[in-house]
């Protein structure tokens, strides 16, 4: 072939390359710019309050079962990672996490085949619970103290697209529906010389695919997926990419009926079970648009529910559940995620949280110095435990502290110091106040802190508002 042809083959070549890439991104533009920009904007916003939860168990999900580079790895999809031990400051992937409960998860991977779940039998005094999560957030169902008792027993996982009857030995089946899910096991640690029994528990919790349980030849396996990188917290607020992640993710979660219209409506501006999103392609006018919808979501959307959150109008049990419970209300899904992603549903915990004092003042532990009281025989309400924990802001993880603690919860009751009328007052602050008073300090950070009181298992009086947490007071 002689040079002049090939360099005009090449250059054809290069030619139709960016012709076809043109052709794309106008593609892309054109179908936003059929809209008016402020339909755009509207619609993006609401698509980010949708996305935003599942995008950020996706960057979780990716670090515990997909990036073994990552600090956080725990094992790969349908292999349970037990940690016998407790959350400390150095675990930085989940927000507001608790230190009461040695923790166990898996990623089920449903697409093949359903996975089994067998728990020993534990002792009747020790809570524990197994929160199935599906890729929406949603807590669709538990296994644990509360819904099937300490006796043990086969429980088995089952992704949308499994039709079969109930197998032999399998105590129940929880249909998900989607076909990745998060798995979490919390069993109690009553107090550090306990964690040995823990850790016998942990070794006695066992996953398998069902073909495996059943001693069946395994079906032929699902194509294996091409994971996306996730974005980071700070990303996540801002980029537009949240929306590749969550086309990506929507083709593990097939269309509920209920969502239907949304989805149609989502697709106006791009959104759709695997497609792709070239943002550089779209206009300024439409990108910035885009832009702020999710700013939107946040000023505007967000700061009037967390308004209502800190007023105690919006509790945490309503932020976590399963679909039917939370009735599509996908700002309160959002909240969740926000505030303690993978929080527990209400009758399985409740969070009330303290981000103010009494007067509506910001927490902060630069130089102020707060007590919280409980009077006599208003501890509260709980069939199983109840703790209260400390979380530096912005970050909402754990404070580092000379003492290392965390938290104050009910095994520790024998060790507080009581009040004259057998009321617990718990100080609150930076600095020690006290040998005298240290067996209730629970340490504050020189900063904004948030504190998060834990019911598990409460009982009625703590989910009807009968019982009411007291506040927490500024001393001068």
């Not at 910001?362 to 979380?391: C, I, K, Q, R």
Request: one cysteine or more; hydrophobic letters at 35%; proline letters at 7%.
């Amino acid at each position: 072939m002689k040079p002049k042809t090939m360099l005009l083959m090449v250059a054809l070549a290069v030619l139709s390359l960016a012709a076809c890439k043109q052709n794309q991104a106008k593609k892309t533009d054109d179908s936003l710019t059929n809209l008016p920009l402020d339909s755009i904007k509207a619609i993006t916003k609401d698509a980010y309050i949708y996305a935003y939860p599942m995008i950020d168990m996706y960057r979780i999900q990716y670090a515990y079962s997909i990036d073994t580079s990552n600090a956080e790895y725990k094992a790969p999809w349908n292999q349970l990672k037990n940690m016998p031990k407790v959350f400390t400051p150095d675990d930085k992937a989940v927000q507001t996490p608790n230190s009461d409960t040695p923790y166990s998860m898996v990623g089920l991977d449903l697409r093949t085949e359903p996975m089994v779940l067998t728990i020993p039998k534990i002792e009747g005094n020790r809570y524990f619970s197994v929160q199935l999560i599906n890729s929406y957030t949603n807590n669709f169902d538990y296994i644990g103290s509360r819904t099937t008792g300490n006796e043990g027993g086969v429980f088995m996982v089952a992704g949308p697209n499994w039709k079969g009857e109930t197998p032999n030995g399998v105590t129940k089946v929880f249909p998900s529906e989607t076909e990745l899910v998060l798995a979490v096991y919390r069993t109690q640690l009553f107090d550090p010389s306990d964690l040995d029994k823990v850790i016998e528990i942990q070794k006695n919790y066992v996953v398998q695919p069902l073909s495996s349980y059943l001693g069946e030849a395994a079906p032929a396996a699902a194509k294996e997926i091409n994971f996306i990188q996730p974005l980071s917290q700070e990303e996540q607020k801002v980029s537009l990419e949240v929306f590749n992640i969550l086309n990506f993710l929507l083709q593990f979660c097939p269309t509920d009926p209920s969502e239907k219209e949304l989805m149609n409506r989502f697709a106006k501006i791009g959104i759709g079970a695997g497609k792709t999103m070239d943002f550089n392609a779209l206009s300024p006018e439409v990108k910035k648009a885009m832009e702020e919808g999710i700013h939107d979501a946040w000023s505007v959307d967000f700061a009037q529910f967390m308004k209502k959150v800190e007023t105690g109008e919006i509790m945490s049990g309503k932020l976590f559940g399963t679909r039917e419970y939370l009735k599509n209300n996908y700002l309160y899904r959002m909240g969740g995620a926000v505030l303690g992603i993978f929080g527990n549903s209400e009758h399985e915990a409740i969070y009330p949280m303290y981000s103010t004092d009494k007067n509506g003042q910001p927490l902060d532990g630069t130089s102020n110095n707060y007590t919280l009281h409980f009077a006599a025989n208003e501890l509260p309400p709980v069939n199983a435990f109840w703790s209260l924990t400390m979380y530096e802001l912005p970050s909402s993880l754990l404070v580092s502290n000379p003492i290392n603690r965390y938290l104050l919860n009910s095994p520790m009751l024998p060790d507080f110091k009581y009040d004259k009328d057998g009321g617990l007052t718990f100080y609150i602050q930076n600095a020690s106040p006290g040998k005298d008073k240290e067996s209730n300090w629970l340490p504050a950070p020189k900063g904004p802190f948030r504190v998060v009181l834990r019911l598990y298992w409460p009982k009625d009086a703590a989910i009807d508002g009968t019982w009411k947490n007291p506040p927490i007071k500024l001393v001068k």
